[in-house]
């Protein structure tokens, strides 16, 4: 059996392309089995509602109330399905530094997932890209975090924007930050930011150089990233590239 789930599908408007013709593989499947509103969860929020489908139980049993909990003696925000806590013993020298223990990354959600229902009954299960699954619970066959995993730097997922015209943005930014880059020989340089160095002892962010040679005739440009390099159309989208920071020269290095 597949169950497949769609995060903040509404379903009147889906009725409504359905009427139109617009979704007919939808259309189909109404026809050879149900298609009935589902109730969701309170509050109506992506977490909240996954962790009930997941548990079987509401907010007051699974514990995710919202995006977002807070410390109650601080008051800070933080990420309401996960936790993650720095290395317990770190060894110091200069502005260097040596984890001597592992960090934790821990699953805030309670409750017994139903896949781990099935997996005691012998029905082995793949969950792929599921919210409110980090890290993945470890009792499936087949495991595969969804929304909730953090970015490299630890983020729910934060933009870089480039642009020789910072100033035009005059609307306040949130998720991400506006960086101004000027044009240089028909060649752009920037870096790209990264988690903070856990090798520094100072707390350096660590960065990765990236360059965009502009072809001064034609709408193209070539991106060099690292050992990588792409040539792209203007308004052409690339592929996901991999981005090697340099945590230690010649010793250590973090992929993202």
């Known amino acids: 059996m597949i169950v497949l789930g769609f995060d903040g599908m509404d379903y009147g408007l ?3 392309l359905m009427s139109e013709g617009r979704l007919p593989n939808f259309e189909r499947l109404s026809r050879i089995g149900t298609f009935q509103p589902l109730g ?7 977490p909240v509602a996954w962790s009930n489908f997941i548990t079987g139980m509401d907010a007051g049993g699974h514990g995710i109330y919202d995006f977002l909990h807070r410390d109650s ?6 990420l309401s399905t996960s ?3 720095p290395p317990g013993h770190i060894l110091k ?15 805030l959600r309670h409750g017994t997932p139903f896949w781990e229902v099935l997996e005691q009954h012998g029905i082995p299960t793949t969950v792929i890209r599921i919210p409110a699954n980090f890290p993945p619970s470890g009792s499936a066959s ?10 490299i730097v630890g983020s729910s997922g934060m933009f870089s924007f480039f642009t020789t015209a910072p100033e035009r943005i005059t ?14 020989n028909g060649v752009f340089k920037g870096k790209l930011k990264g988690p903070p160095n856990p090798l520094s002892s100072t707390g350096d962010t660590v960065k990765a150089d990236f360059t965009v040679h502009v072809d001064a005739s034609r709408p193209v440009a070539k991106i060099v990233l690292g050992d990588q390099e792409v040539i792209l159309q203007e308004g052409e989208w690339s592929e996901w590239l991999d981005v090697k920071f340099t945590l230690l020269r010649f010793v250590q290095t973090l992929r993202g």
């Open 83 to 85: 936790r993650t806590e």
């Open 142 to 151: 087949r495991e595969l975090s969804g929304m909730g995993t953090p970015d």
């Open 171 to 184: 609307d306040k930014v949130t998720g991400g930050t506006v960086y101004g880059i000027e044009l240089e």
């Open 40 to 46: 969701t969860s309170i509050p109506p929020q992506s």
């Open 93 to 107: 020298f200069g502005r260097w530094q040596l984890p001597l223990s592992g960090g934790k990354m821990e699953l």
């Open 73 to 78: 003696l601080t008051l800070t925000p933080y």
């Open 14 to 16: 889906t009725r409504r």
